[in-house]
């Protein structure tokens, strides 16, 4: 059975994420065996796993630091949010449910069962199991039922190391003030903490470093820089997606991608981000659509009629439209591409209230909501192009209409996705394109610039390399596998 450590946080985005993908390249490079694990994740940017299911970004991320593929039993509860209340309830990889936020609690307690099933799991196959709380310990006003945390790591006798963000400023209250609220018992299973994301001259944390130790009795496991490296990985959350301006080449191709209000799969751009021939913006609500933009790409979202409502709000569909009299390009991907069609029609309530929601009229097709969700990796090949690239599908609906006889492409044979009869307009159900070179450089080069001719996937290796070596440069990465048991 595999010896198993849990690193919780005293905050969302403290980097929790990062620092057990980290954590697995390192005991991965001591020779171990070592899998990732998060019992609870909430997260609308999911990855397709081998055995046919979906799992959270970052453990798809982390999975791949352990040099495997991603399996259900990684993040067996996933939760994405379709709106402000309610959201997707899937386990180990498959939907059970949509709940709002005031129902769960109900059903919470329920899912230990399945957590501790997939982490059962995990230890019968590995030698060390490296485990990611999510959100902070110290909402205690979730304590009961909880399987993310502090109920998790009681019940499966975890021992557990604090991680505080000393970015955001008030690291010494974050982890302090988490002990005071803890009950005693959640307490003792913390043994220990670190600090992550400190910029400049970590001596002159000596003194706050030590006055945690002292009035927290715990042990500390170092202080990590920033790790300025970090935009190279795939992000879970979009604000976390941007190139560094000291990091921006001479870009030839100009690229907008909308940030929807239930954005999801983002990380499809990922490789274009870090490509030297394209320059990728996340557009925020309330901004216009830059008439300088080339390619404007509508992403995946988890509500796609709601967020149709989103875009007209921001008065995108307008500018859409302007950006298009322009001779401007539009891709729609997945939710993105349902949008550019005629009607959006949800008869049965999958995303929401049923009904139907006039698209905005770009693409001459038809979506319905039903049927199971799609959940597959594929090999397809580009209409245009005549060129192979490896994908994935994840979601639920149908479309189609007259411009699905241009398609985007071709799997196993059959047309997929749709062109406009200009070709300017394009959409498609596939995820995860860019990530294959070979397709990403034709198709930049397609639009007037010159792909880089890096390997995506090598350049991500590398980075989870070069973070493995920042940890054990400035972390007890040691006295941490140690803890583990």
């Known amino acids: 059975m595999a010896r198993a ?37 909430m997260s609308n940017n999911a990855a397709v796993t081998a055995d046919g299911g979906e799992i959270g970004r970052a453990q798809a991320l982390q999975a791949l630091a352990c040099g495997l593929e991603g399996q259900t039993d990684m993040n067996p509860v996933l939760l994405k949010p379709e709106t402000d209340t309610g959201a997707q309830v899937v386990v180990q990889g498959q939907r059970l449910t949509t709940t709002q936020a005031r129902d769960y609690a109900a059903l919470k307690p329920g899912l230990m069962d399945a957590v501790l099933d997939s982490f059962a799991r995990l230890r019968a196959r590995h030698d060390l199991v490296i485990v990611e709380g999510a959100g902070s310990p110290a909402e205690i006003n979730l304590r009961r039922g909880d399987i993310a945390n502090m109920g998790f790591a009681a019940a499966a006798d975890v021992p557990v190391v604090l991680c505080g963000d000393i970015d955001r400023g008030g690291v010494i209250a974050q982890i302090v003030g988490t002990q005071a609220v803890l009950p005693p018992a959640d307490a003792d299973l913390i043994k220990g903490f670190l600090i992550n994301k400190f910029r400049g001259d970590p001596s002159l944390f000596d003194d706050g470093y030590a006055a945690i130790e002292r009035m927290t009795g715990w042990r500390g496991f170092g202080v990590a820089p920033w790790f300025s490296d970090a935009w190279r990985l795939p992000a879970e959350d979009a604000l976390d997606f941007s190139r560094p301006p000291s990091e921006t080449k001479s870009e030839r191709l100009d690229i907008i991608c909308l940030c929807l209000s239930r954005i999801a799969n983002f990380d499809d751009l990922d490789p274009l981000v870090q490509d030297d021939g394209v320059r990728v913006t996340m557009l925020p609500p309330g901004q216009p659509i830059p008439a300088r933009a080339d390619l404007v790409i509508l992403p995946g979202t988890k509500s796609t009629r709601g967020d149709l409502a989103f875009l007209r709000a921001q008065g995108w569909d307008i500018d859409l439209l302007a950006h298009h009299r322009r001779g401007g390009r539009i891709l729609g991907i997945c939710g993105g591409y349902q949008m550019l069609g005629t009607q959006v029609a949800d008869p049965m309530g999958i995303e929401g209230p049923a009904g139907e929601t006039p698209g905005l009229g770009l693409l001459d097709i038809r979506t319905v909501m039903g049927g199971d969700k799609r959940l597959t990796k594929v090999r397809a090949r580009h209409h245009a192009l005549d060129l192979p690239f490896s994908g994935y599908e994840i979601h639920i609906g149908r479309s189609d209409g007259p411009d699905c006889q241009r398609p985007f492409a071709h799997v196993d044979g059959v047309p997929e996705g749709a062109s406009s009869a200009d070709g300017r307009v394009t959409g498609s159900y596939l995820h995860g394109m860019f990530a294959d070179d070979s397709f990403r450089r034709a198709w930049v080069s397609g639009l007037g610039a010159t792909g880089s001719p890096s390997s995506y996937a090598a350049g991500v290796e590398a980075t989870l390399d070069a973070l493995a070596r920042h940890m054990e440069a400035h972390l007890d990465v040691s006295g941490l596998l140690q803890l583990a048991r």
């Open 5 to 41: 450590l849990m690193i919780q946080g005293t905050g969302s985005n403290v980097g929790k994420s990062m620092l057990v993908a980290g954590l697995c390249r390192a005991a991965r490079l001591r020779g171990l065996s070592v899998a990732p694990f998060k019992p609870q994740n």
